[in-house]
């Protein structure tokens, strides 16, 4: 068992930063691939951001690349989600999830283990 806990949420205006952390406890962080998803009101939880184990290699939506950045900390068991230039398309419930695949996965289906999530708010 994993469990992850996200934290950093909260409201931001247009064009501002936020930075999510998700901190893992239990088996051992560094033998999952790490990612995040969103779901805003209304509509389908999609992935955002996935980082390999040893976060040499990232994966990102579209409609977030160039804008978040996705990194982790092996030794502190955590994720990181660094989020610039938010819109308030980008307003959601962010959660992390941990997964054993070997592979990036960017399916939620992928995924094993899921934080309880952090609202994300940005205003216009």
């Known amino acids: 068992q994993v469990q992850l806990v996200e934290s950093g949420g909260g409201l931001v205006q247009a064009g501002g930063s936020l930075r999510l952390s998700c901190a893992a406890s239990?088996?051992?962080?560094?033998?999952?691939?790490m990612g995040w998803f969103r779901q805003a009101p209304g509509k389908e939880r999609e992935f955002v951001a996935a980082?390999?184990?040893?976060?040499?290699?990232?994966k990102y939506a579209d409609s977030v690349k160039g804008r978040f950045t996705i990194s982790r900390d092996n030794a502190k068991n955590t994720v990181y989600l660094q989020m610039d230039f938010l819109k308030p398309e980008d307003t959601a419930v962010y959660s992390c999830?941990?997964?054993?695949?070997?592979?990036?996965?960017?399916?939620?289906?992928?995924?094993?283990?899921w934080g309880q999530g952090a609202q994300v708010t940005v205003s216009s």
């Open positions: 999830a941990a997964s054993v695949a070997t592979i990036l996965v960017v399916t939620a289906g992928g995924y094993d283990y």
């Open positions: 980082i390999s184990r040893s976060g040499g290699r990232t």
């Open positions: 239990g088996r051992t962080f560094s033998n999952y691939i």
